[in-house]
T-cell receptor
């Protein structure tokens, strides 16, 4: 079974600085998708970024980018120029086409942004 | 992304009662899911809501406790039956849009349930 591990329960960053959140996963599949979701205090789950495993190029969305290392099964999220609104719980998630659209989530990393 | 609404946004219920949560999407979607998020925990998939047929439940979840309906491609309900304090959680629905090869899920705002 696939597992997703986020080894950092909590992280903090100064406003305008850069922070990297770690995620590793375990799978025997070669075709899959990886996601980062953000959950602010409102509890709304918001898609931050998506990476297709067959793409070598790392995904970017404005201030958010990933470092996808397929061989190492690592999928870290980098937040540049951190803003107070980035404070949230961040979840890494995995999806394999063989399991339908079922997502496997990590345990989450609580990010605090200090002014 | 699809616009997803959930009703109610929150509720406080007495043990032994049942609550039905609605999930409405503004466009037709292929798949709808229901998740539970217990306090301080990650998300756990309860079931896949299948249009016009019985939902597909994950291990540890049963239809008698969490009956689900999906009468069409834009609407689903989850009922939490015979509630106990252990059912206090956030319940979220999510959807996969038609034609989304990545299977990306978009989530509703969630329903906060407190059972006394």
């Amino acid at each position: 079974a696939q597992t997703v591990t986020q080894s950092q329960p909590e992280m903090s960053v100064q406003e305008a600085e850069t922070v990297t959140l770690s995620c590793t996963y375990d799978t025997s599949e070669s075709d899959y998708y990886l996601f980062w979701y953000k959950q602010p205090p409102s509890r709304q789950m918001i898609l931050v970024i998506r990476q297709e495993a067959y793409k070598q190029q790392n995904a970017t969305e404005n201030r958010f980018s990933v470092n996808f290392q397929k061989a190492a099964k690592s999928f870290s999220l980098k937040i540049s120029d951190s803003q107070l609104g980035d404070a949230a719980m961040y979840f890494c998630a995995y999806r394999s086409p063989s399991s339908g659209s079922r997502l496997t989530f990590g345990e989450g990393t609580q990010l605090t942004v200090n002014p | 992304s699809a616009v997803i609404s959930q009703k109610p946004s929150r509720d406080i219920c007495q043990r032994g009662t049942s609550l039905t949560i609605q999930c409405q999407v503004d466009s037709q979607v292929t798949m709808m899911f229901w998740y539970r998020q217990q306090p301080g925990q990650s998300l756990t998939l309860i079931a896949t809501a299948n249009q016009g047929s019985e939902a597909t439940y994950e291990s540890g979840f049963v239809i008698d406790k969490f009956p689900i309906s999906r009468p069409n491609l834009t609407f689903s309900t989850l009922t939490v039956s015979n509630m106990s304090p252990e059912d206090s959680s956030i319940y979220l629905c999510s959807v996969v849009r038609q034609g989304a090869s990545s299977g990306t899920q978009y989530f509703g705002p969630g329903t906060r349930l407190l059972v006394l």
